[in-house]
C-alpha cells in the first residue's frame, strides 16, 4: 500500500476528539480536543462543586502529508461533541494548594462523508489537581488527567468513537486574570499512550499547548485570541507503523470571555489549523461554559 492510500485509510478510520484527528497516531485521533483550553483555564476556583459544559464542533476538508503538502483525495470530516465535567475542590491543602478532583463525559457524533456516521458516549476522562492562588491576578494549576477506553470500538469498523487504550497527561498551566487588563493563559500538556490490545499498536506521546491572550474591559468582557500548538514527539510503534510520521499542527483565532460576576462564565472562541503534517486540517467553533451547583 503506497503512502497516499495509507494515509487515506487511517484518515477514514479515524477517531476525532472534539478538537480534530490525525493519522500519525493511530486511527488518526487524539485523546485530547486540542485547543479545549481557554480565558481562566488554570485556576481554581473556591472549595465548592462546579459544572462545565463543553460544546465544539470541527470540520476538515483536507489531509496534510510529512511535509505539510494537500493530499489529494476526497476527504470531509465533521465532529461534534458535548462534554460534561464535574469538578470538585475540596478544602483539603496539598503543597500549599487547594486539592480538587474531576470527570469528564463526551458525547460524540463523527461523521465522515461517505464511510461512516457514528454517535456516542467517547472515553472517560478523570483525575486529580492541585491548584495555587499567588495572587488575586496570578493562578498556576498541576494534573494527572486519565483517559479510559470506554467509548465503543471495533477494529474493523470505518468509524470508531473509542480509541481503545487507556492514556495519561501530565498537566501544568498558569492564569493571569485581571479584569481591567492584559489576561494571559497557558495550558501544557504531555500525554502518554497506551497500547490498543486489539490491534497491538502503541500511538507516539504528544505535546500540547492551549493558550490565551487577551484584555479585559471591565465590564465581565474579556477579547483577544486563542489556540493551541500541537507536537507528537515520539514514534508510533507496532504493525503498520510508519516513520517519519509525527503529527503536528497549529492553531489560532478570536475569543471572547464573559464573566457574570456571580459565579458563573462562559467563553466561546473559533480557531483555524495551520502548519499541520500529517493531520487533517481545518477549523473549530467552541464554547464552554461554568457555574457553580
Same mark, same amino acid.
Request: hydrophobic share 45%; no cysteine.
Given at each position: 500500500m503506497n503512502f497516499k492510500k495509507q494515509l487515506t485509510k487511517l484518515a477514514l478510520t479515524s477517531?476525532?476528539?472534539?478538537?480534530?484527528?490525525?493519522?500519525?497516531?493511530?486511527?488518526?485521533?487524539?485523546?485530547?480536543?486540542?485547543?479545549?483550553a481557554n480565558f481562566t483555564c488554570c485556576a481554581l476556583p473556591p472549595p465548592g462543586t462546579y459544572g462545565i459544559v463543553d460544546v465544539e464542533s470541527y470540520r476538515a476538508t483536507e489531509l496534510r502529508d510529512n511535509s505539510g503538502n494537500k493530499i489529494n483525495v476526497p476527504f470531509k470530516l465533521n465532529v461534534n461533541a458535548a462534554s460534561a465535567r464535574f469538578?470538585?475542590?475540596?478544602?483539603?491543602?496539598?503543597?500549599?494548594?487547594?486539592?480538587?478532583?474531576?470527570?469528564?463525559?463526551?458525547?460524540?457524533?463523527?461523521?465522515?462523508?461517505?464511510?461512516?456516521?457514528?454517535?456516542?458516549?467517547?472515553?472517560?476522562?478523570?483525575?486529580?489537581?492541585?491548584?495555587?492562588h499567588h495572587s488575586p491576578n496570578l493562578h498556576t494549576v498541576a494534573a494527572l488527567d486519565i483517559f479510559a477506553p470506554t467509548g465503543a470500538y471495533s477494529k474493523t469498523? *470505518?468509524?470508531?468513537?473509542? /480509541? %481503545?487504550?487507556? &492514556?495519561?497527561h501530565l498537566l501544568g498551566g498558569v492564569s493571569w486574570i485581571d479584569p481591567t487588563g492584559w489576561n494571559a493563559d497557558a495550558k501544557v500538556m504531555y500525554g502518554i499512550n497506551g497500547k490498543n490490545k486489539d490491534t497491538d499498536y502503541k500511538?507516539?506521546?504528544?505535546?500540547?499547548?492551549?493558550y490565551a491572550l487577551g484584555w479585559g474591559f471591565g465590564n465581565g468582557l474579556t477579547a483577544?485570541?486563542?489556540?493551541?500548538?500541537?507536537?507528537q514527539v515520539s514514534d508510533d510503534t507496532g504493525a503498520g507503523a510508519t516513520s517519519p510520521n509525527r503529527g503536528r499542527a497549529n492553531a489560532i483565532g478570536p475569543s471572547l470571555k464573559y464573566d457574570s460576576g456571580k459565579g458563573w462564565f462562559i467563553t466561546a472562541k473559533?480557531? *483555524?489549523?495551520?502548519?499541520? /503534517? %500529517?493531520?487533517? &486540517?481545518?477549523?473549530?467553533?467552541?464554547?464552554?461554559?461554568v457555574f457553580p451547583f
Open positions: 477517531v476525532a476528539l472534539a478538537a480534530g484527528s490525525s493519522f500519525a497516531t493511530e486511527g488518526g485521533g487524539s485523546m485530547y480536543p486540542a485547543g479545549a469538578v470538585r475542590v475540596t478544602e483539603q491543602q496539598v503543597l500549599g494548594g487547594s486539592l480538587a478532583v474531576h470527570a469528564i463525559v463526551p458525547v460524540l457524533s463523527v461523521d465522515v462523508a461517505g464511510v461512516q456516521k457514528k454517535t456516542g458516549i467517547g472515553d472517560v476522562v478523570f483525575g486529580p489537581a492541585i491548584g495555587w469498523e *470505518a468509524v470508531n468513537i473509542g /480509541r %481503545n487504550y487507556w &492514556a495519561t500511538s507516539g506521546n504528544e505535546f500540547i499547548v492551549d483577544g485570541v486563542g489556540g493551541y500548538i500541537y507536537r473559533y480557531q *483555524a489549523e495551520s502548519g499541520v /503534517r %500529517n493531520r487533517a &486540517a481545518g477549523d473549530a467553533f467552541l464554547v464552554k461554559a
